[in-house]
Each structure stands twice: as C-alpha cells, then as structure tokens.
C-alpha cells in the first residue's frame, strides 16, 4: 500500500515537473488546453490578431516600396520634361539657333521621348508593369451588338465570374420631341423663344435678340407681304421654320448639347437626341 501511494505522488511530482518544463521553455504559461481553456482560447484570438495586423503591417511596407519605385520613376520623367523644355527654349533663340542646332535639338528631345517610353514599358515591381496602361480599368462584352464602353475604378465588380447578363426587351431608340403643330406667319413675327435643356446644360434662344437671324425673318416676310402671289404663305412658313431650325442646331452645338434639330416631313420642329439609350 506504502508503494501504490509513493508511486502516486511520484507521478503527480513528475507530471507537474513536466508542466514547469514546459512553461519554462516555451515562456509561456498556456502550452494546451489543459491548462486553462477559456485563457488558451483568448490566447488564440489575440494570437490570430497579432498574426493579422503583421501581415497589414508587411502588406503596407510592399505597398510604400512599390510606390517609392514609382515616384523614382515619375521624379526622373519630371528631369526629362524640364530638359525638353529647355530644349525648346533654346530652339526659340532665332538669332543664335541655326539649321544643325535646331535639328540637335530636335533629335535630343526624340530621344528623350523615347527614353521615356521605355521606361514607361520597363518599370515593374516585382511582375507587375507600373506605367503601361495594364493597370487601367477595363472589360469585356460577350454577345452580338454588345460593346463595352467604359469603366471608372469605383466601377462595382459583376457578382460572379459570368459578368452581368444583359435582356433587350426592345430596339434602343433615341429620345425625340416634336411641336405638335406649325409656327404660324404671325407667331414668328411677334417672336418665338426657344430653351432646351440637358443633363447640366442649357440654351436658350429668343429670334427677337439674334440680329441675323431676325434681319433674315424681316427679308422673309417682306418678301411674302410685296408678292404674296410668288411668295405663298405656306412656302414662306416652311422657309422660316427651316431658318429658325437651323439657327437653333447652331445655337445648340455651341452650348455643348447633344441634339439634333430640324423640321420633320409634316413641317414641324423636331429635336432628336444624337445617342441611343
């Protein structure tokens, strides 16, 4: 009985011998579950957090040696800029520059522009091309009559590896807007007042503040009052509301608006926008 108990304690003794053990040489006070479960998983958690922010930590140290590697590149393309310009400084001196140093100088800034480009094709950080356009957004269409048109770095990824799907209910059309009936004699000699709008943009027009166009509805309508006979009215009414039409595109292409204005078959102002959607 005397043995079975100093066997007990003796393997009780050796078991938390080897728990020092442990601890001691691995510095830390929770090697297994065993020791304290609740303590072991917070220990895991604080040691996957750790393990996380390094791995930030070394992801951003690669990100600022890429972008130091760009900014040596970008500091010696601003060198060769400044050197074409004093190139062409120089090119500008007429009364010391002669044919030979103008050509020189030509072939110095040809140079320089060429240096540029290789450069521009040559730099990498590690495997990736920095300054070829590679890493500009970009993308596909598959399918007749798609075409991709353009994409922005805050454009949102399609939700899978097949892309977006696209259904034509029907035939894209442009937007149209027609007057529902003719400008009469009368209305375009008191004046008409024409504002269309776009998105952000906007023209306005008023035939009584547009001195050709209003010196050119006078000769119109005096011709029509001296000879009514071989200027009719409804020749006359069509020949103005061409004027005014063209007048308007004019006025139209100036501000930036993407229209098209004429007068349709039935002899009525009409506005077509120039894209489809």
Excluded: C, W
């Excluded at 009780?12 to 691995?26: A, F, G, M, V």
């Excluded at 895991?44 to 990100?63: C, D, F, P, W």
């Excluded at 006359?236 to 004027?243: H, K, N, S, V």
């Excluded at 004429?262 to 506005?271: K, P, S, Y």
């Amino acid at each position: 009985m005397a043995a079975i108990n100093s066997l007990r304690h003796l393997s009780s003794s050796t078991n938390d011998t080897k728990k020092n053990l442990e601890r001691l040489s691995s510095g830390m006070k929770i090697n297994s579950a065993a020791d304290s479960p609740a303590e072991l998983m917070i220990s895991e958690q604080m040691r996957t957090q750790i393990s996380g922010l390094n791995q930030a930590v070394k992801n951003s140290e690669t990100s600022i040696s890429m972008v130091q590697t760009a900014e040596g590149v970008l500091s010696e393309f601003s060198s060769m800029l400044i050197s074409m310009r004093q190139l062409a400084l120089h090119a500008a001196n007429d009364g010391a520059a002669d044919e030979k140093m103008l050509q020189a100088d030509q072939l110095e800034v040809e140079e320089l522009l060429s240096t540029m480009d290789r450069i521009a094709v040559s730099t990498q950080f590690g495997t990736k091309v920095l300054f070829d356009g590679s890493n500009a957004v970009d993308g596909v269409a598959v399918g007749d009559g798609l075409t991709f048109y353009s994409a922005s770095p805050v454009t949102q990824q399609a939700p899978t590896k097949q892309g977006y799907s696209v259904d034509i209910e029907q035939v894209a059309a442009r937007a149209e807007v027609n007057a529902g009936r003719r400008m009469s004699l009368e209305e375009i000699e008191k004046g008409a007042s024409f504002v269309l709008k776009e998105n952000n943009r906007v023209m306005e027009m008023d035939t009584n503040e547009e001195r050709n166009l209003k010196k050119n509805i006078q000769q119109l309508l005096g011709n029509f009052r001296r000879s009514p006979e071989t200027f009719s009215r409804e020749n006359t009414e069509a020949r103005l509301a061409d004027l005014i039409a063209r007048s308007l595109q004019k006025k139209a292409d100036e501000s930036g608006l993407s229209v098209i204005i004429a007068i349709n078959e039935n002899g009525m102002l009409t506005v077509k926008h120039k894209h489809y959607g």
